[in-house]
């Protein structure tokens, strides 16, 4: 049987890097003793229970992982529990006690922190955007949905486009894809827009020939220089 498109290569090639596992984080380490900064990367979804392996394992977050500690960082891939839209409060708070134990790792400097969410999992940025913590150096979005779809029983905290207004001068990098879903890029537009409203802090990467997931979907020149862009513009707020 053909594998899942969610296990398609990541779009960059990558030195393989064995991360240390502890749930519900995986660590990907970069050279030297530290402290290091942090990226914490947040899966999309829901991803149902059945859909296997889970999103860590995937290669497109390996892949992620991998890149970020070869910049530096220490890359860290959250496994939360998005199966169903009634998960955003459980992910929520598998992502706060994640956050915590990226931050009391000796290896990771706690003040350089960036949280970078994807797709689906993108209405977890909610919480950060109204109220950023002073160690949040950056928040970055990639092909993210930032309002709920018709019929999504979403509670209103998770609403990026709501939350934007109060996110002050944190910056925030924002990836679209330009053969986006008409839905999301609907409410990446209205999140775009709100942004712009209150002047807030956004550098905006666009990838016009690509597709949602594009980093696993569109093996292009254009894919790889979209993640570069990003990755260099999260990192240099880390550094």
């Given amino acids: 049987m053909a594998e899942p498109t969610y296990m398609n290569p990541f779009v ?5 890097i064995v991360p240390e596992s502890r749930d519900p984080i995986d660590l990907y380490l970069p050279e030297g003793e530290g402290p290091h900064p942090a990226i914490v990367f947040v899966h999309g979804g829901p991803v149902p229970v059945e859909m296997q ?5 995937w290669p497109m977050f390996r892949g992620y992982g991998a890149l970020a500690a070869s910049r530096g960082a220490v890359g860290v891939v959250v496994d939360h529990p998005l199966h169903t839209p009634a998960d955003y409060p459980a992910s929520a708070a598998t992502l706060v006690t994640a956050l915590a134990t990226v931050r009391a790792d000796p290896r ?3 003040d350089r922190i960036a949280v970078w969410f994807f797709s689906g999992g993108s209405p977890l940025s909610a919480d950060l955007l109204r109220e950023p913590p002073a160690w949040l150096r950056v928040l970055a979005l990639t092909y993210p949905l930032l309002e709920p779809f018709p019929g999504m029983d979403v509670d209103a905290v998770y609403r990026p486009v709501e939350a934007v207004a ?6 925030i990098v924002l990836t679209r894809a330009g053969r986006e879903h008409p839905f999301v890029a609907g409410t990446v537009a209205n999140f775009v827009a709100a942004a712009e409203a209150v002047k807030a802090d956004l550098r905006i990467v666009d990838v016009p020939n690509g597709r949602h997931s594009f980093d696993i979907l569109d093996h292009t020149d254009e894919s790889r220089e979209a993640v570069l862009a990003a990755l260099t513009l999260v990192l240099d707020e880390l550094n």
Wanted: charged share 15%.
């Fill in 12 to 16: 960059l090639p990558v030195d393989q």
């Fill in 166 to 171: 109060l996110a002050g001068a944190l910056p």
């Fill in 108 to 110: 990771v400097d706690p």
């Fill in 53 to 57: 392996p889970s999103p860590r394992h």
